[in-house]
């Protein structure tokens, strides 16, 4: 059992920056793939961000090259860290866990583990 819990979230301007961290306790994310996904008002949980267990990452077209993703090396902690961003980065931010399988990596159905998501709020 994994428990995720997202800190680092607040009210930025358009063009700042912002790091997001998740913590996870109950035992360590050593061969899982962790993510990001969010969700604005109104909209679906969508994927943004994950990193496989040996540092393999993926991002989403929307955020490619604008956020990083990264673990520490006890495997106890993943970071998002968004710079240059824009008003439609706006939503709640998830830290996410799991073993999808190729298919499923970008889907919220790939991960078993969720935390309680963070507010991102970027006003122009």
């Known amino acids: 059992q994994v428990e995720l819990v997202e800190s680092g979230g607040g009210l930025v301007q358009a063009g700042e920056s912002l790091s997001l961290s998740c913590g996870a306790s109950g035992r360590t994310l050593g061969t899982d793939t962790i993510a990001w996904f969010r969700q604005a008002p109104g909209k679906e949980r969508e994927f943004v961000a994950n990193?496989?267990?040996?540092?393999?990452?993926r991002y989403a077209d929307a955020v490619k090259g604008r956020f990083t993703i990264s673990r520490d090396k006890d495997n106890r902690a993943i970071y998002l860290q968004m710079n240059s961003l824009k008003s439609e980065d706006t939503a709640v931010y998830y830290c996410a866990a799991g073993r999808p399988i190729t298919s499923t990596m970008a889907t919220v159905a790939g991960y078993n583990y969720w935390g309680q998501g963070t507010q991102v709020t970027v006003s122009s």
């Open positions: 990193i496989r267990w040996y540092s393999i990452t």
